[in-house]
């Protein structure tokens, strides 16, 4: 079984050649070299990196350097601004990129973040139907907004993000009711044009490593779902202050909850099929 990570985020240091857009509570770099050794500690095959808005915004130059010096390892996706009025050529540039494999939108009310051309999301939505390209949807605190832009555009294939709850960027952050918003989740799992990320999920943990109360509420998303839509995810280095990369690998390699074809499909095979995309095998 292959396993391919659906969200990693590399990045170089902040350097006044490539400054960061802010500075997060992230490690002070995390290389595609780096990114590649951490997952070969773990037996991660490939991951879908994901160019960091936190610190490049919609420059996605960083992450197509890393895919070059490793193609069999990883595939692309980058935000795209709304706010843009040439978004579709922007889309069109990067479908010729090599390695590329979807894009995404940001649909939170978190600061920095606020779309202020509604109609730049039909421009980009429009566009990756066009160009067959997925697009990851982030709408985390935000629900009811990104459930009605999947809803506005049947056409479109769309990627949750992190189960579309909010997930704690430090330990003192865990919500006292982390799977609150979980119904919600759940009733959009009836859109067929949608799967979900099970991105971050052991931040959501309010139980040592290996997080053994993430499993039931996981449970409920499996059912809703179905494995072939559910996307295991570390979303490293997001996670950092909160759990390692091998606590984001390890609970889901090692579970009894999980049957081996189960596994396959959470942690390799759903990503594959979503992203037309698999690591090659050196």
């Known amino acids: 079984m292959a396993i391919i990570d ?46 960091s808005f936190s610190m490049y915004q919609y420059d996605g130059s960083y992450a197509v350097e890393v895919q070059r010096a490793h193609p069999s390892r990883f595939a692309l996706v980058k935000p795209v601004n709304p706010d843009d009025p040439a978004v579709a050529d922007v889309i ?55 459930i009605a832009v999947i809803d506005r555009h049947p056409d479109t294939r769309f990627i949750v993000d992190h189960l579309g709850l909010v997930q704690p960027r430090t330990p003192d952050t865990r919500a006292a009711e ?9 009733e959009l799992a009836k859109r067929p044009n949608a799967v979900i990320k099970v991105s971050g999920a052991c931040t959501l943990s309010q139980k040592p490593y290996p997080y053994p109360d993430i499993w039931d509420p996981l449970a409920r998303v499996f ?7 559910c996307l295991w995810g570390s979303d490293w280095t997001r ?33 594959a099929k979503a992203y037309g995309w698999s690591p090659q095998k050196s």
């Open 178 to 186: 982390p799977w609150a918003e979980l119904p919600k989740i759940l």
């Open 223 to 229: 059912d809703a779902w179905g494995f072939e839509r």
């Open 92 to 146: 069109a540039d990067w479908k010729k990129t090599p390695g590329t494999v979807g894009i995404r939108i940001i649909v939170t009310k978190e600061p920095g973040r606020e779309i202020k051309d509604p109609a730049g999301l039909d421009r980009i939505l429009r566009a990756a139907v066009k160009h067959d390209f997925p697009v990851n949807i982030l709408f985390w605190g935000n629900a009811e907004a990104g």
């Open 6 to 51: 659906s969200q990693v985020h590399v990045y170089d240091a902040n350097t006044p050649e490539r400054p960061w857009h802010s500075v997060p509570n992230w490690p002070p770099h995390v290389t595609g070299e780096e990114m590649v050794s951490a997952m070969d500690k773990v037996g991660v095959d490939g991951a879908i990196c994901i160019s």
């Open 239 to 271: 996670t950092f202050a909160v759990v390692n990369y091998q606590q984001a690998v390890e609970p889901f390699r090692l579970t009894d909850r999980l049957s081996d074809s189960e596994r396959a499909m959470l942690m390799g095979g759903a990503t």
